[in-house]
């Protein structure tokens, strides 16, 4: 299902990351190199920092957006998803193939909290505009709801029929969205 492989083969394996300003700017690469399988990119709040997952390699590259270079590797062995941002930046929540969703600090490169509990891929993570909880959702049908601080005893709520593809939260943090793949 995480598997573009068509389409990079009919770009021959190369990858570019555009910024569209909303002004009415001409658009602008960031970056264009040979990425793995990108599984997904977010920029960071207050744009200067870009994640890029990337499959086979079992990393997430943090690069500066002004000079274009890493400045920090995020080490996930079982490969990431998708990506969210905390509304100051200070973190990032990551979902994993495995199932785990993580918390990195991108300031340090480090991770801070890791969640386990989706059976299969979890499939999407999202912070809450806030940042005071995380929702994730994925292949096991499960809208789960963290403290980013305590990892420990989400609560969760069965998901609409099939996986949960995409999560995101109302502008209020009170409803969280979710997407499922069924049908």
Known sequence: RHQRGDSRRRHGGRSAVVLWPMDGTPPRIVMAK??????????????????????????VQLYDVASARVVHTLECP?????????????RLAVAHLDGRCTVW????????AEFLGHRG??????????????A????????RLWDPER?????????????????GFGNSGEEILALNGAG
Not at 136 to 143: A, K, Y
């Open 121 to 134: 891929c979890a499939d999407a993570v999202a912070f809450a505009p806030d940042g005071s909880q995380i």
């Open 136 to 143: 994730s959702g994925g292949d096991d049908g499960i809208v």
């Open 105 to 112: 600090d991108p300031d340090a490169g480090t991770r801070c």
């Open 151 to 167: 990892p420990s005893g989400p609560r969760t709520w069965p998901g609409p029929a099939g996986p949960v593809l995409a999560i």
């Open 34 to 59: 040979g990425f793995g399988l990108a599984t997904s990119v977010v920029l960071s709040p207050d744009g200067t920092l870009l994640a890029v997952a990337e499959a086979p390699v079992p990393v």
């Open 78 to 90: 079982a490969g990431a998803v998708s990506m969210s941002w905390r509304g100051d930046g200070k």
